[in-house]
């Protein structure tokens, strides 16, 4: 059975980018392939945070990622630094990616840009996840679009290693992207991805309310400015792609027809989002709220991921420290 390997930052809420760039995915390829799940923690503190916020936080990754349907029995979930493999490996790894690829990623210029102080880690970001997926030798990792150039440098550095260390019969396999058909899911303020740190999301274990409070203003086809006037879906960056992840076909074509049409306002389309939406979140808000009054199911799920991750992990560092020529512990 190919593996895979995908993973999440605990820096804010799940969010509906996530589920439906991500998590979904994570869902549905569970049963197909021999699957690891990482709240990658290690990545989340290369932004200021408090410590209590990101204990919390990577619980609540976790129950959100159970309730969206990760079930524990068949993938293995845990916590990336319960993992110690995962950062003595991207050391490793970082002796052999050469640094104008890493100062060339499009996510590193664009955060660094927005820093007075730029550090280390968040140049070193991809090859901490080259690392994560490396660990378990993953085929295919199943992400957003914003990870493609991550996971091109991750073919780049299994490349470097093999080529140096492994050069007759490959020992990373290099790792292929498994989008959805919903790959950048843009943020509430038309702009920028739905992104955690951005504030612009709507989360996936919101209630109905404060979904509708943020639908209700989102921005719609700039140009139509009353309802008499025809609409664009495809100018309507947030709940046109929302209606496609989440509508029926049926009521996909209907949007399209009456916004064209100019028979529906942008309140209408919106509602009928919001009904769609509601129906298939409700379930895993309400798994959610189950977990969280047993925070002893989750912490055990983790322990056993762990576990379960920590055998594949060690299988591999002792193979690739033997081939560097690295005494073992
Ligand atoms: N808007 C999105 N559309 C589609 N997929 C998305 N992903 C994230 N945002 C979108 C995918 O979700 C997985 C987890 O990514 P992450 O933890 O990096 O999520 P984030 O919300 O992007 O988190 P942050 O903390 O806000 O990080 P930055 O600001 O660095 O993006 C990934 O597979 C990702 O592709």
């Given amino acids: 059975m190919s593996r895979i390997f995908s993973g999440i930052q605990p820096s804010g809420d799940l969010h509906v980018g996530n589920y439906l760039g991500a998590v979904k995915n994570w869902v549905a390829l569970q049963h197909q392939f021999e699957s ?3 709240i990658v923690n290690y990545h989340a503190i290369i932004a200021p945070y408090e410590p209590a916020d990101l204990r919390r936080r990577t619980h609540d990754m976790a129950v959100g990622l159970l309730a969206a349907g990760i079930d524990p029995t068949v993938a293995t979930l845990y916590v990336q630094s319960q993992v110690p493999e995962h950062t003595e ?3 490793i790894l970082n002796t052999i990616t050469p640094l ?4 060339r990623q ?9 820093q007075e102080q730029v550090m280390a880690g968040l140049l070193n970001y991809p090859v901490l996840q080259a690392a994560d997926i490396l660990l378990y030798r993953a085929d295919v990792v199943p992400v957003g679009e914003d990870q493609v150039q991550h996971l091109e440098l991750s073919r780049v550095v299994a490349r470097n290693w093999n080529a140096r260390f492994s050069p007759d019969t490959p020992f990373f396999p290099e790792p292929q992207p498994k989008l959805t058909p919903t790959r950048r899911l843009v943020g509430l303020d038309g702009q920028a991805k ?7 999301t709507i989360g996936l274990l919101e209630t109905p309310d404060a979904i509708w409070d943020k639908l209700r203003p989102a921005v719609t086809d700039p140009a139509r400015q009353r309802k008499t006037d025809p609409g664009n879906p495809d100018l309507c960056p ?3 792609q929302l209606h496609r992840a989440f509508s029926p076909e049926g009521t996909v074509r209907e949007v399209e027809e009456n916004c064209r049409g100019a028979k529906w306002g942008c309140i209408d389309c919106k509602k009928s989002l ?5 129906a298939e979140l409700t379930p895993i808000r309400e798994r959610a709220t189950e977990l969280q009054s047993h925070p ?5 799920a983790l322990d056993i991921g762990a576990a379960k991750a920590r055998v594949i992990a060690h299988q591999t560092l002792t193979e690739v420290k033997n081939k560097m020529g690295l005494p073992l512990a």
Avoid: H, P
């Fill in 238 to 240: 947030i709940i046109y």
């Fill in 89 to 91: 490996l991207a050391w």
């Fill in 296 to 300: 002893e199911r989750v912490t055990e």
């Fill in 36 to 38: 690891f799940f990482c």
């Fill in 100 to 103: 104008g690829e890493l100062e």
């Fill in 194 to 200: 739905m992104s955690k740190s951005l504030g612009n």
């Fill in 106 to 114: 499009t996510q590193f210029k664009d955060k660094a840009s927005r």
């Fill in 274 to 278: 919001l009904t769609n939406l509601v």
